[in-house]
């Protein structure tokens, strides 16, 4: 399961029923073949609903939903490229009338010359997909779907961009009393050379959000000089973590400095002073053993906070004090559900104790799955009879995903609208514990065709309330450093369904572990390496059907032509994270490119052919110095 093919089959429905009476489709001459496609595609939208609820469970219709995935983004890449045809026969022959584009009556011969061949091109490629789509049509599985008429996305409510800053942080008792016990025991050893502890316990039982709380509490705020909160992850960058030391702790440092200076700037920056250190998620010791221990010991003192699901982590730093999450009590775990819901207690409230106290238990007592599973009641009527109806999903039961993943977070995502299923699994393009920043996210969604046209309002507003409606519902988890909660982290176990449901479009990681067969079928791709070098797999051009490709390491990246020759399908590339001197002039052949953005270098060379996009909606390049080629003989280069 990856792209939700609900939105995809209806974006293409409603891209082909527009652009069928555009002038650049008219001059090609190609309309018989798209109203055609059209035809077919709203056939097999009205079967989309039965399908996806069946494929978690039936290999068949997962393998024709595959099929028909593929065929579908073959025909979203059709429509740019016949909107792209189209585009040059009318800019290089303004004159020319569409009515005319068939016959060539009163064209000139170039012009006629070029309509034909543009014109073949396409229409060969839409009869193919017409072909495919008519095979897909007459697959047996096609033939056992029940028809009904597909329906629009719920609206999304207009409160949220407000209502979702006013809720409080809902924790539950014994977290409020960890905190100030653990609050205490730090300033109890604040003397000390260094006091170490670590918060325990499984993944999604609340460490984070009692580690938070000790971090963000006023009297430990109030006792050290310094303080910085980093997340670890279990695959981490040596080098990143230290730079993020020392940007919190304002110390300039250069990118291409060793993991030695690094360490020496970090000793010089506390010593002989005090520091609280929040290392999260961490999952091996060897960040503070092997990265940290030598340099913080040059403080006067401080204290060291850990959170872990391994004890032995815990045990290897050689903690002080360790504080174990366990599960919720079933009390506990019911107040946290109906506070979770910004619900008061009443009357009404009584009745459903019972069946919620069910589901409570159902979520197995774990505060994340109590959060999750709230806002889906919340969406609900508050009666008994409803709340059996999510007791009673299917979607409790689904045995063939991950342990970790079944029950309230699959159900959490599976009653989402369609429209925020794509952009809740798009989210898996970050790296564990990246920030994710509102507008980053939301323009990259823009560019990859999720937000829905809702009349006379901009895209970047709807776009805007799909991300508040995800922090609404707890699928996003808001940084409480930006009011407007305009930066966000997803959960660990919540990015891992994600990374689970979209594990055949979307790749985190180091490209080089990649295959072809897997290639051929990927989507999005986000690098992450301590390499030098991204090498890819070798493969022909056509298997790279990549649309979004993003970077999230800290080193120089040198692009030549061969990467955009080899990724021509490319929508969003995404180099905020890494150093690129140039760009080359083969960028200017990314007909379906809409985004693009350029972080963190001082001049980047770019190429003249960079305003020729087809598509391109938005380039973003910040902090930098932007060279452009010019025409000039000579060669010289203009800055913007």
């Known amino acids: 399961m990856a792209t939700i093919l609900d939105s995809l089959v209806g974006s293409c429905a409603n891209k082909l029923k527009e652009i069928i009476t555009e002038e650049v489709i008219l001059i090609l001459g190609i309309q018989e073949e798209l109203a ?308 008061s207690e009443s009357i009404e409230l009584q009745t459903l104790q019972d069946v919620g106290i069910e589901i409570v238990r159902k979520c197995g007592c774990l505060p994340l799955a109590i959060k999750v599973i709230a806002r889906v009641l919340a969406s609900k009527e508050q009666t008994e009879n409803e709340w059996k109806k999510i007791l009673s999903k299917n979607a409790w039961f689904m045995n063939n995903l991950p342990n970790d993943l079944r029950g309230a977070l699959y159900l959490s995502y599976d009653e989402l609208p369609h429209h925020l299923k794509q952009c809740f699994l798009y989210c898996s393009v970050y790296p564990e514990d990246a920030n994710i920043y509102r507008d980053d996210l939301t323009r990259m969604w823009i560019a990859e065709g999720f937000i829905e046209d809702h009349g006379g309002q901009l895209l970047e507003e709807t776009a805007d309330e799909y991300y508040y409606e995800l922090i609404h519902r707890n699928l996003l988890q808001p940084d409480g450093l930006y009011y407007d909660h305009s930066s966000c982290k997803m959960h660990d176990l919540l990015r891992q369904l994600a990374c689970y449901l979209s594990r055949e479009e979307c790749f985190v990681g180091n490209p080089e572990s990649l295959v072809g067969n897997t290639v051929s079928k990927l989507r999005r791709v986000s690098v992450v390496t301590d390499k030098n070098m991204v090498m890819l797999p070798s493969m022909d051009e056509v298997q790279y059907k990549v649309r979004t490709w993003k970077t999230s390491y800290e080193k120089t990246l040198r692009v030549d032509n061969s990467f955009f020759k080899r990724f021509p399908y490319l929508r969003v590339v995404d180099w905020t994270d890494s150093f690129v001197p140039s760009i080359p002039g083969c960028i200017g052949n990314l007909i379906h490119l809409r985004l693009s953005t350029i972080g963190h270098s001082d001049n980047v060379w770019m190429p003249k052919l960079f305003g020729r996009f087809g598509c391109l909606m938005q380039a973003h390049y910040q902090h930098i110095n932007l060279l452009i080629e010019q025409e000039s003989m000579n060669g010289s280069m203009g800055r913007w």
């Open 36 to 343: 055609e496609l059209q035809r077919k595609t709203e056939l097999i939208h009205c079967c989309i609903s039965d399908a996806e609820e069946r494929r978690m469970e039936e290999s068949a219709v997962d393998n024709w939903l595959g099929q028909l995935r593929e065929v579908l983004y073959d025909v979203d890449d059709i429509i740019d490229l016949a909107r792209f045809k189209g585009s040059i026969l009318l800019t290089d022959h303004p004159s020319s009338s569409s009515r005319k584009s068939i016959a060539c009556t009163g064209l000139s011969i170039s012009t006629c010359f070029s309509n034909v061949q543009a014109r073949h091109e396409v229409a060969v490629k839409i009869r193919s997909l017409n072909r495919k789509i008519e095979n897909i049509s007459k697959d047996r599985v096609f033939l056992t779907l029940k028809s009904t008429v597909p329906t629009g996305s719920s609206s999304v409510l207009r409160v949220r961009k407000s209502s979702h800053l006013l809720e409080p942080n809902i924790v539950g008792k014994e977290i409020i009393h960890a905190c100030r016990k653990m609050v205490d025991l730090v300033l109890e050893h604040k003397g000390r050379k260094l006091y170490k502890l670590a918060i325990v316990g499984t993944g999604g039982v609340g460490k984070t959000t009692l580690a938070q709380k000790i971090y963000n509490d006023r009297k430990i705020k109030g006792s050290f000089n310094k303080k910085a909160w980093v997340c670890v992850s279990k695959v981490y960058s040596e080098a990143s973590l230290l730079r993020e030391l020392l940007r919190i702790m304002e110390v300039h440092h250069d990118q291409d400095e060793s993991i030695g200076e690094l360490q020496s700037k970090l000793e010089i920056a506390i010593k002989e002073t005090s520091f609280f250190l929040e290392l999260d998620d961490m999952w091996q010791s060897d960040a503070w053993t092997n990265l940290l221990r030598i340099p913080l010991h040059a403080a006067e003192m401080g204290a060291i906070l850990i959170t872990t699901r391994n004890n032995i982590v815990a045990l290897e730093i050689g903690v002080d004090h360790t504080y174990r999450v366990d599960l919720m009590s079933t009390d506990v775990g019911w107040e946290l559900l109906w506070k979770s819901m910004n619900i």
